[in-house]
């Protein structure tokens, strides 16, 4: 019996040996695969790896060569900034330089004109609108009223101003102006050299289209053109454009005129309030001397 024991004892022993060297064994040959593995691995990937990071190095090259480093980048936006600003001020002073003959004008006019003005600026309009109506910088407490009348300082003319409009309503510090292209108005006028009446009733920014109450009267290009007093809404003389074009209606019931007004409707940024309209004067320039007209020459 003991016999048997130590018999099966030792066949344990022997079994746990040979398992044991067993996976020592397995274990060695593991690691020696492993080891192989990686050498084939490291063998296979690092071409790779090289020609991946030298691709990854050429497109970044490129992308710089094309958009340029960081700091090339934000010199660039530095400079586009720096230029917009140049621009922005240039149209400031191409602006100032557009607006100096009209400033000139405006200054010879409140200087020479036998009639009172009050200077004011469109501080409101609706683009769209601009032509028809704004709103000026002065009001109740400058001694503005309705009805007062607009004008405007114009060079290139034998006159000193040129008719705007009308104010409409008054505020306390501004008024509501409706110039002679608004629809609502139909403006009279006479025609300085034949002493003819007619009505302008149709307008765009420069021009304006009307006819002669009597087809028989007489009416040609370069005729000045004065608001003739009648309607007792413009008082006689205000300077209104000269006729550029005379024709006869199809049924010839009808001689229509074009105008062209010194007053550009669509770029109105000053304008003169008339003081006292009831005793308008006429503003012509005065004549200039022979020996004026050939220092100016």
Do not use: C, W
């Not at 990854?56 to 900034?81: N, P």
């Not at 230029?83 to 200087?111: G, H, P, Q, W, Y």
Request: net charge negative; no cysteine; charged share 25%.
């Amino acid at each position: 019996m003991a016999y048997r024991r130590r018999k099966k004892s030792n066949k344990s022993f022997l079994i746990t040996t040979i398992a044991l060297l067993a996976t020592i064994g397995i274990t060695s040959q593991t690691e020696g695969l492993s080891g192989a593995g990686s050498s084939l691995a490291n063998t296979i990937f690092k071409p790779v790896e090289g020609f991946t990071y030298s691709l990854s190095s050429e497109i970044m090259d490129q992308v710089e060569r094309t958009i340029g480093s960081k700091e090339t980048r934000a010199e660039v936006m530095r400079l586009e900034s720096e230029n917009r600003s140049l621009v922005m001020e240039n149209a400031r002073l191409m602006s100032i330089i557009n607006k100096e003959d009209f400033l000139k004008n405006e200054a010879k006019t409140i200087e020479n004109s036998p009639n009172e003005f009050i200077k004011a600026k469109v501080v409101n309009s609706d683009v769209t609108s601009l032509t028809s109506n704004f709103t000026i910088d002065k009001g109740k407490k400058d001694g503005i009223k309705k009805n007062d009348i607009i004008l405007q300082a114009i060079g290139d003319s034998k006159y000193y101003t040129g008719l705007v409009g009308k104010v409409t309503e008054v505020y306390q510090s501004t008024a509501r102006v409706e110039t002679i292209n608004n629809q609502a108005n139909d403006v009279s006028f006479i025609n300085t050299r034949s002493g003819d009446y007619g009505v302008i009733d149709k307008f765009t920014s420069r021009t304006m289209q009307g006819y002669m109450l009597d087809v028989e009267s007489e009416a040609k290009n370069s005729d000045i053109l004065m608001t003739s007093g009648l309607g007792g809404v413009y008082p006689y003389g205000i300077y209104i454009g000269t006729i550029s074009n005379v024709s006869m209606s199809q049924d010839t019931l009808r001689k229509n005129i074009t105008v062209d007004s010194p007053v550009d409707f669509s770029h109105i940024y000053r304008v003169l309030v008339l003081k006292g309209d009831e005793t308008y004067k006429l503003d012509e320039k005065a004549e200039q001397s022979e020996g004026e007209e050939n220092i100016s020459e």
